[in-house]
């Protein structure tokens, strides 16, 4: 039975906690250092802030506005867009098969619920898959990618199902990172990036090799800066990793062919290692503007690119038309890596076992989703244009309306799912903000928040130009309710401009 405590016992643990307790073993000056440099903007003390005063509205304590608005991060589910039916669906006959038998779930959803399970341990999504993901889901994401690049071959061999986009980018850089001094590898990231680059960079002790995107040319890539970054990097490291993210994240740009191209070729005759962080990849909203692959351009450079060019790239379950985070769903396709590299790549990640399986099911439907002949096709292309129109939508209205306020310059949104709009803070304020010990834009962010209710991320999350400002600001929430809140901030950023004029 239980163990009944005496009173006496009670008593003298009591005196024990009352000696002075025994120092930790685990503190700031103990702990990992590289751990410790990480910092992960996007939830960073902006959105502790934003719990807090979230605590407060709960007690009832009084505020200017009713509700915390969290457009700080790309959660396109807690922003009210729905599932898409046919995923759903699908995940869940592979959770709980005995709804194979229910008439109430489509033929089609059922017919790869079942390839899904036949698929795994005991035909159970509970069980363990192989290192690299199940085998069928890796085939269809080959056919897949296979289908998006125009017919450029895919094998299911160099597909590796991930947790999620972060954790494939985070498993290649590991495997990249080695040497010591001026040669410890150098990691080329645009500036601005999504801060798991930057975070992945300095848990590994690796070095950081900023190169800026052009913000007066709506965030463009420009080779010359590649090479006047990769010239400074090598006089301090060995810079042999070039990170793109396309559509960016979070200038939202979308790259044409052209500045792909130079920037193979620039990889393939500098030697450089090349992941392309492709997310975003159904997001592309501007006209004239359409999302290219790495991989197929690659291919259509020729053989002495093809052939040679070392390229992991990656994609997720939670961003796109699906917006399912939750699942950490994701894949990455690496190309060219040397043969016994693959083998220390598959015993890296089965020392994690494997992603989530259901994460695994719902990567399939994003790589198999219906099509046109069966019968949930009709309600899953009205569901996925509808999100994608209405993204559209939101990209538009958000650049519209922060062109209209003075000390605001927002590019258009091309693609991707936010805004970060420069804004102009004057002498005064950046004075406050020193006197504070805060970056200028984060004690914008943070006014703005404490005025507002609008949580988004200083720019100086992301990194910007020396004395540019910027903020990121996700499109998600609904239309109505993006309106109000972008006719928020401009009301709050007039009366911050003549606060501190």
């Known amino acids: 039975g239980m163990v009944r405590w005496s009173s006496a016992a009670k008593a003298s643990a009591v005196k024990i906690n009352e000696k002075a307790s025994r120092e930790k073993i685990l503190t700031l000056e103990s702990m990992n250092p590289q751990v410790k440099a990480v910092e ?26 009713t509700e915390v608005i969290k457009a700080n991060i790309g959660d396109a589910h807690a922003m009210g867009q729905r599932p898409i039916t046919f995923l759903r669906q699908v995940v869940a006959l592979c959770t709980y ?54 017919g450029v071959p895919a094998d299911p061999d160099n597909i590796y199902l991930t947790t999620g986009a972060s954790d494939g980018i985070a498993t290649i850089l590991k495997i990249l990172v080695s040497g010591g001094g001026k040669s410890r590898t150098g990691v080329m990231i645009p500036i601005p990036q999504y801060p798991l680059y930057s975070a992945a960079i300095s848990e590994l002790d690796a070095i950081q090799v900023n190169y800026y995107l052009d913000e007066e040319n709506c965030w463009a890539l420009d080779v010359n800066e590649l090479r006047r970054s990769l010239n400074e990097a090598k006089a301090y490291c060995n810079p042999k990793v070039l990170c793109i993210i396309n559509p960016g994240n979070p200038t939202g740009q979308v790259q044409n062919r052209k500045c792909i191209e130079d920037v193979i070729h620039f990889a393939w005759e500098e030697k ?47 961003k796109g038309y699906m917006g399912e985070c ?66 559209a939508k939101k990209a538009k209205l958000t650049e519209d309306m922060f062109n209209k306020v003075p000390g605001i310059h927002c590019n258009p949104l091309q693609g991707a799912m936010y805004a970060f709009p420069r804004i102009f803070i004057p002498s005064k304020a ?72």
């Open 40 to 65: 992960y903007a996007v939830r960073g003390p902006i959105v502790l802030k934003a719990g807090e005063i979230e605590k407060e509205l709960r007690k009832g304590i009084k505020k200017p506005f």
């Open 97 to 150: 098969p005995n709804l194979l038998d229910s008439p109430s779930f489509p033929e089609d959803a059922k017919k790869r619920a079942r390839r899904i399970l036949q698929g795994c341990g005991g035909n159970s999504l509970g069980s363990y898959s192989a290192s690299q993901g199940i085998n069928c889901i890796r085939e269809d994401v080959a056919s897949y990618i296979e289908r998006r690049d125009g």
């Open 272 to 318: 450089l290692f090349l992941l392309a962080d492709e997310v975003y990849q159904d997001n592309v909203y501007s006209e004239g503007c359409q999302f290219h692959s790495f991989k197929k351009i690659l291919y259509e450079m020729g053989p002495e690119y093809y052939n040679n060019v070392e390229l992991a790239s990656f994609h997720s379950t939670s």
């Open 326 to 391: 939750g699942y950490r769903g994701g894949y990455m396709e690496v190309i060219n890596l040397h043969p016994e590299i693959k083998g220390q790549l598959v015993k890296l990640l089965s020392v994690r076992l494997c992603p989530p399986v259901s994460g695994q099911a719902a990567m399939d439907i994003v790589v198999n989703p219906p099509i046109p002949g069966e019968e949930s096709y009709s309600q899953f292309i009205k569901e996925k244009e509808s999100v994608l129109n209405n993204l």
């Open 430 to 501: 950046i004075e406050e903000a020193k006197a504070h010990k805060m970056a200028p834009d984060m004690f914008y962010c943070m006014k703005l928040l404490e005025e507002t209710g609008i949580c988004v991320v200083p720019g100086s999350g992301f990194g910007q130009r020396e004395g540019s400002y910027h903020f990121r600001m996700t499109i998600l929430p609904p239309v109505e309710k993006l309106k109000i809140l972008l006719e928020k901030v401009k009301d709050f950023h007039i009366k911050f401009l003549e606060k501190y004029a």
